[in-house]
């Protein structure tokens, strides 16, 4: 979330009521989300599964200001501007229309994931801006609702309100749009008796050349992969559920590597292609496959970035760290474990 509105200085702080501070955690999809049916409503176009990090926070502010007559919203400490301003401002439109307060808001926001990179920086970022905001303009939203309304901002978005494991239903395909709406959220996945990690090594931290939404939008509309892939995706999530429920991280790994490989096929058959992986991305692929024939119970996932993640057991954190460091020098390299869900912070912490 980065944030055409001007940019005037931002109104006093108020304390009470009307000003509330949430943090979420990104969320890595292992069953992934990609194409959507509905880019208004935000709806996939296929069921998506991940695990909530406990590594690179979102924290964010929401104020309403009364004498203001636009929305002041700063990213980081800088004013936001362009595309990210309009959907913060467009979602702010959204929580206050559900709550019949036309008031304007102050938003800070503060992310510490690197943005549009492919680290799921939109999914904390709007999972934190829809609990602080719906709290601050007196929503009383439940988990799902919470979830439903996160998904307007960033699809992935809706699985970050939740811990550890979540299940984003794409909701029923024939729906009209208010049932579809209502029938597309994320909720927790019960994972008993599993510890993973997620290893995480950053070939690139930077700007993605072409947008996860213009990718999206290519891959659907032009890759002869994208149905078999999508259609196979729903078989990975049966899959992955069950072996979640028996604590089977060898086969939660290469259901979740299958899965990402493939929607990047797609992207590769899109016309004209859409690439994010990166020869550094190539060379710790082959250090995962390595690992595994060392005994190591190693897989890998990416998103829509030359980003590695790699899902292991929690006692094998190290040893895999240790190899994707040697396997992309340079790069920092981070070991996540399951993260708590988007949460209220005490309003003596604000």
């Known amino acids: 979330m980065r944030a055409e509105h001007r940019t005037t200085t931002a109104p006093p702080p108020q304390s009470g009521p009307g000003d509330a501070t949430a943090v979420a955690h990104p ?77 304007r808001a102050v938003v800070d926001s503060h992310n510490t994931v690197p943005t549009g990179a492919g680290l799921a920086s939109s999914a904390s970022g709007f999972a934190a801006l829809a609990v602080a905001a719906a709290a601050a303009y007196g929503l009383d939203l439940d988990a799902t609702a ?19 494991f979540a299940l984003w239903h794409a909701g029923p ?28 090594a950053v070939v690139n931290a930077g700007p993605k050349a072409v947008s996860s939404r213009e990718a999206m939008r290519r891959t659907v509309d032009t890759s002869p992969l994208y149905e078999p892939w999508a259609l196979s995706s729903r078989d990975d999530l049966s899959e992955m559920r069950a ?41 710790v692929l082959d250090s995962v496959l390595q690992l595994r024939r060392d005994g190591v119970s190693a897989y890998a996932t990416m998103d829509a970035g030359p980003n590695v993640k790699v899902l292991c057991h929690r006692a094998d954190a190290d040893r895999v760290a240790h190899t994707l460091r040697g396997a992309a020098p340079g790069g920092p390299v981070l070991v ?15």
């Open 27 to 103: 969320n890595i999809a292992l069953v992934k989300y990609w194409g959507k049916r509905d880019e208004q409503l935000v709806l996939p176009r296929v069921d998506s599964l991940s695990m909530t990090l406990d590594i690179y926070p979102t924290t964010t502010r929401v104020r309403l200001a009364p004498d203001a007559d636009h929305d002041h919203v700063t990213l980081g400490g800088v004013p936001a501007e362009g595309e990210a301003l309009r959907r913060v401002v467009s979602f702010l439109d959204l929580v206050r229309a559900r709550a019949g307060r036309p008031l």
């Open 146 to 164: 919470h979830s439903r309304l996160a998904r307007r901002g960033s699809g992935s978005a809706s699985r970050s309100i939740f811990a550890g």
């Open 173 to 200: 395909p024939t729906a009209t749009p208010a049932q579809a709406d209502l029938g597309s959220y994320a909720e927790p996945v019960p994972a008993p008796g599993l510890d993973p990690a997620l290893v995480i």
């Open 243 to 283: 072996a979640l429920a028996r604590a089977d991280l060898d086969a939660v790994g290469e259901i979740a590597e299958r899965n990402a490989l493939g929607m990047h096929a797609t992207m590769l058959a899109a016309r004209p292609a859409v690439r994010y992986l990166a020869p550094a991305t190539l060379t």
């Open 336 to 350: 996540a474990g399951p993260g708590r869900g988007a949460r209220l912070l005490p309003e003596d912490t604000q």
